[in-house]
């Protein structure tokens, strides 16, 4: 009898086991809908700047393209865009929310990812730590990190801005990936980020009407029923 339960255990075991591994596999990935999207899908793109470059950017932000201007991005999985600008911005600084992007816009940001070569993880050429990364006083560091199906993996881009160079001239940045360019000025645009930066010196009106009450048609009912 004592033999018999252990065979069973055995072969109980041994159908079980599998159908716990592939389980245990299967865990790391997130689900793909019919569109390409993964549910844990992130985009992460910062710029950071050395020093000197920064006052300089900072003395005429519009005359420097706004890939090369500090910021940062994050587009969640759900459609939340947090966006900010700042030379004191860093990799684990969390913005604020921008806007929410719909769905079509996720997906073709995605596709976008991907002709760039930039949407899988072999794209990947950094590995370390992204807080211990230092610009020098004349660098740009341009840090793309992305999440997908289960995967995250980083794409650093540096190079160096002379400080004798003119940000009129397009040579400036011909030492510039241009597929990481692309890809900055679009997380740039979504965030509703331009080259020309909005004139912090122009007041904008305040808005103070909100539309019609939606409430007045029962208030109105109410004081003619009183006064009957």
Same mark, same amino acid.
């Given at each position: 009898?004592?033999?018999?339960?252990?065979?069973?255990?055995?072969?109980?075991?041994?159908?079980?086991?599998?159908?716990?591994?592939?389980?245990?596999?299967?865990?790391?990935?997130?689900?793909?809908?019919?569109?390409?999207?993964? *549910?844990?899908?992130?985009?992460?793109?910062?710029?950071?700047? !050395?020093?000197?470059?920064?006052?300089?950017?900072?003395?005429?932000?519009?005359?420097?393209?706004?890939?090369?201007?500090?910021?940062?991005?994050?587009?969640?999985?759900?459609?939340?865009?947090?966006?900010?600008?700042?030379?004191?911005?860093?990799?684990?600084?969390?913005?604020?929310?921008?806007?929410?992007?719909?769905?079509?816009?996720?997906?073709?940001?995605?596709? *976008?990812?991907?002709?760039?070569?930039?949407?899988?993880?072999?794209?990947?050429?950094?590995?370390?730590?992204?807080?211990?990364?230092?610009? !020098?006083?004349?660098?740009?560091?341009?840090?793309?990190?992305?999440?997908?199906?289960?995967?995250?993996?980083?794409?650093?881009?540096?190079?160096?801005?002379?400080?004798?160079?003119?940000?009129?001239?397009?040579?400036?940045?011909?030492? *510039?990936?241009?597929?990481?360019?692309?890809?900055?000025?679009?997380?740039?645009?979504? #965030?509703? #980020?331009?080259?020309?930066?909005?004139?912090?010196?122009?007041?904008?009106?305040?808005?103070?009407?909100?539309?019609?009450?939606?409430?007045?048609?029962?208030? *109105?009912?109410?004081?003619?029923?009183?006064?009957?």
């Amino acid at each position: 009898m004592a033999l018999s339960l252990r065979r069973i255990s055995t072969i109980i075991l041994a159908l079980v086991f599998p159908i716990l591994a592939s389980a245990g596999c299967s865990s790391t990935s997130s689900r793909v809908d019919s569109d390409g999207l993964a *549910e844990d899908s992130v985009i992460d793109a910062t710029v950071i700047v !050395g020093e000197s470059l920064g006052v300089r950017i900072e003395r005429d932000p519009g005359a420097w393209p706004v890939q090369l201007r500090p910021a940062r991005a994050i587009v969640l999985p759900d459609g939340v865009l947090r966006a900010d600008v700042g030379a004191n911005l860093g990799v684990d600084d969390r913005p604020g929310m921008t806007r929410s992007l719909y769905r079509a816009q996720l997906v073709e940001l995605w596709k *976008e990812m991907d002709v760039l070569d930039f949407g899988s993880p072999s794209a990947g050429n950094y590995s370390g730590n992204l807080e211990l990364l230092e610009p !020098g006083d004349d660098e740009v560091i341009q840090i793309l990190h992305l999440q997908r199906d289960g995967r995250d993996w980083t794409i650093v881009r540096r190079f160096e801005i002379p400080e004798d160079a003119s940000p009129g001239d397009a040579s400036t940045f011909d030492v *510039e990936d241009p597929r990481m360019r692309s890809a900055m000025r679009r997380m740039a645009a979504l #965030a509703w #980020a331009w080259d020309v930066p909005p004139d912090d010196s122009i007041r904008f009106p305040e808005r103070y009407d909100f539309g019609p009450d939606p409430w007045s048609r029962y208030r *109105e009912d109410g004081s003619s029923k009183e006064s009957s």
